[in-house]
């Protein structure tokens, strides 16, 4: 891979890494841009992976406040969120691009229409006994979800932050920022037990995946520092109408 190329997917890792601290789906950057630099679907994934995990590091770091405020909360949904995300890794080991390509757009469009519902769903779950209206308690129903989003961020990951805050913000009410901060570390966690897999598999490249952590890195802290000036109900609108364009590609392409 030449050094035009490599600059190239660096430059695409740090627009990711920003748009995964504002609202997720940075993935759709960096996949699409591997893809172009010659890695087939599968490669390009796991090295995806690999390469953007730098930059949820420096998104968390940013809200290192508002997670402090989370802790029992995160110590909660960690577990489960793990534990989906291996078995998501797993099953990309063994299972077909045709499977990928076709599945994936549709939970990102779902996860953003979810979302775009958020507030009067969140009543309706209250209003029933379905969520939380305390940060240090947690439905039964959120373990469960948190798993099936980790599944499906070991085996992909593009929008898992529109899912994850979608799910916090309709059984776990928060504010946006304190919910964006415990997304961001779930999905570090998530990605990270993926980017185990991938390594062990032999099937990363290493030297674009290097590069491109550097400006995930970047990307994520400076990202951060974006999303406090943004009004609430504006970030919550970007992040769905992020995930609409994201999942509509995905249909198209």
Do not use: C
């Not at 534990?83 to 080991?93: E, Q, T």
Request: proline share 3%; aromatic share 6%; hydrophobic share 60%.
């Amino acid at each position: 891979m030449d050094l035009l190329s490599l600059l190239g997917l660096g430059v695409a890792a740090a627009v990711a890494g920003a748009v995964n601290a504002v609202a997720g789906g940075g993935t759709l950057i960096t996949f699409p841009s591997l893809l172009a630099a010659g890695l087939t679907a599968r490669v390009a994934n796991m090295t995806s992976t690999v390469a953007i995990w730098p930059g949820t590091v420096g998104g968390s770091l940013a809200y290192r406040s508002e997670i402090s405020a989370r802790i029992p909360r995160l110590q909660r949904l960690s577990v489960p969120s793990v534990a989906g995300a291996l078995v998501g890794a797993l099953l990309l080991r063994v299972s077909s691009d045709r499977v990928f390509d076709a599945v994936v757009p549709f939970l990102i469009i779902f996860a953003s229409l979810v979302l775009a519902a958020n507030a009067r769903l969140s009543k309706l779950a209250v209003r029933h006994g379905l969520a939380s209206e305390h940060a240090t308690r947690m439905p039964l129903g959120m373990y469960v979800v948190m798993f099936l989003v980790g599944v499906y961020g070991g085996y992909f990951g593009a929008g898992i932050g529109i899912l994850m805050l979608a799910a916090i913000s309709i059984l776990a009410p928060d504010d946006l920022q304190h919910s964006n901060a415990v997304k961001g570390v779930l999905a570090l966690l998530i990605n990270f037990t993926a980017v185990v897999v991938f390594a062990v598999s032999g099937q990363v490249e290493w030297v674009p995946a290097a590069v491109m952590a550097v400006g995930a890195i970047l990307g994520g802290y400076g990202g951060v520092s974006v999303a406090r000036r943004l009004n609430a109900n504006l970030l919550r609108g970007i992040i769905v109408g992020w995930g609409l364009i994201m999942g509509g590609w995905l249909l198209i392409t």
